[in-house]
């Protein structure tokens, strides 16, 4: 394709760099409902009792938020409790489950006072997974709390939860339960994520998760340290929901929520879930670097955007695109 407009540019760049190959998500989508047939064989009287109708399809890749390239896939599993019963009142990234007494895994994976180890609960499922054929192999994830498979001729991977489903508790809410990395338990809810985020971008018109693909793709490339990722886009959708309205052209939404970003990184970022509260943890000197670089991008950004419809110089204005996002970035086709 000849390269002649910005919007041409931002076009190729969303389409060949940005969003995930539709043949890719595919692929990903039948891999993932292969992978979920296979966990559902493990459900018998040595393994735990699994409650199959809680899985949760998790994370950017279900939230459609992902930008090239697809690197893991989240998947949550749900484990029926079987009579084990935990604290409702304890701290939400502190929660002991008192094991079942019936189920022969959950005993298995108990600690001596009979509370159950969310890592052994992980490590169990890693075992069972390192028997599946198509599967190079399995190992603990990075942040203790789940197993992240690894497949053979895939690009992806796979990072599997294990979870438990609470009953309705004193403030009317019931909560998912999830290993915490240091052998507890920790109260989450990935399905308020994805409402709060499907319904600020059909109140946006559509334009919110574009914007976070782009966004995410430039927080990728640049060489300081990245913000992670579930902050990030809980930053982009904070931006979102502060407007009345976005612009239709996704790189003067980009050069808004630089301009959002700047300040915005110094500022508390409330958990849209109302479990964590500010998920905002980064060191002040990160913030520093991330408010800098965000700043740095603006000015050039608003440059470009001033080449573009100003100065009527759209080779210009490609050419500080191309400045931001890398050589990914479609050149201008004389």
């Given at each position: 394709m000849s390269i002649k407009t910005v919007n041409e540019a931002f076009d190729e760049f969303m389409y060949n760099s940005v969003d995930l190959d539709k043949d890719v998500v595919a692929q990903?989508?039948?891999?993932?409902?292969?992978?979920?047939?296979?966990?559902?064989?493990?459900?018998?009287?040595?393994?735990?009792?699994?409650?199959?109708?809680?899985?949760?399809?998790?994370?950017?890749?279900?939230?459609?938020?992902k930008?090239?390239?697809?690197?893991?896939?989240?998947?949550m599993i749900g484990?029926?409790?079987?009579?084990?019963?935990?604290?409702g009142?304890?701290?939400?990234?502190?929660?002991?489950?008192?094991?079942?007494?019936?189920?022969?895994?959950?005993?298995?994976?108990?600690?001596?006072?009979?509370?159950?180890?969310?890592?052994?609960?992980?490590n169990s499922f890693r075992n069972k997974l390192e028997k599946v054929r198509e599967?190079?192999?399995?190992?603990?994830?990075?942040?203790?709390?789940?197993?992240?498979?690894?497949?053979?001729?895939?690009?992806?991977?796979?990072?599997?939860?294990?979870?438990?489903?609470?009953?309705?508790?004193?403030?009317?809410?019931?909560?998912?339960?999830?290993?915490?990395g240091s052998?507890?338990?920790?109260?989450?809810?990935?399905?308020i994520d994805k409402k709060y985020l499907s319904d600020i971008n059909k109140s946006k018109d559509g334009k919110v998760l574009q914007l976070i693909r782009l966004c995410k793709k430039w927080n990728k490339i640049k060489h300081v340290k990245t913000i992670p990722s579930y902050l990030f886009e809980t930053l982009i959708v904070d931006y979102c929901s502060s407007v009345d309205k976005l612009n239709d052209y996704i790189e003067v939404r980009f050069i808004n929520f630089l301009d959002f970003l700047r300040t915005g990184i110094y500022n508390a970022v409330e958990d849209v879930k109302g479990i964590q509260g500010d998920i905002n943890t980064l060191d002040f000197s990160d913030k520093i670097n991330i408010a800098n670089r965000a700043s740095s991008d603006y000015e050039k950004a608003k440059e470009a955007n001033k080449a573009e419809t100003k100065e009527v110089n759209q080779q210009k204005a490609i050419n500080i695109w191309r400045d931001i996002f890398g050589d990914e970035f479609p050149e201008y086709d004389d």
């Open positions: 990903a989508r039948k891999s993932r409902d292969n992978l979920l047939e296979n966990i559902n064989e493990f459900d018998n009287d040595d393994f735990f009792h699994l409650w199959k109708e809680i899985n949760i399809q998790y994370g950017s890749f279900a939230r459609k938020t930008c090239r390239k697809l690197d893991d896939i989240d998947l484990i029926s409790a079987d009579g084990a019963t935990y604290d009142s304890a701290t939400w990234n502190d929660v002991a489950i008192t094991a079942s007494t019936t189920n022969k895994k959950q005993i298995e994976c108990s600690n001596e006072d009979g509370t159950l180890n969310s890592t052994k609960v992980i599967y190079l192999n399995s190992d603990l994830h990075k942040n203790g709390q789940a197993v992240t498979l690894t497949l053979l001729s895939k690009e992806w991977n796979f990072d599997i939860v294990p979870c438990f489903h609470t009953v309705e508790e004193y403030d009317g809410r019931s909560y998912y339960l999830i290993p915490n052998g507890g338990w920790l109260k989450t809810d990935p399905n």
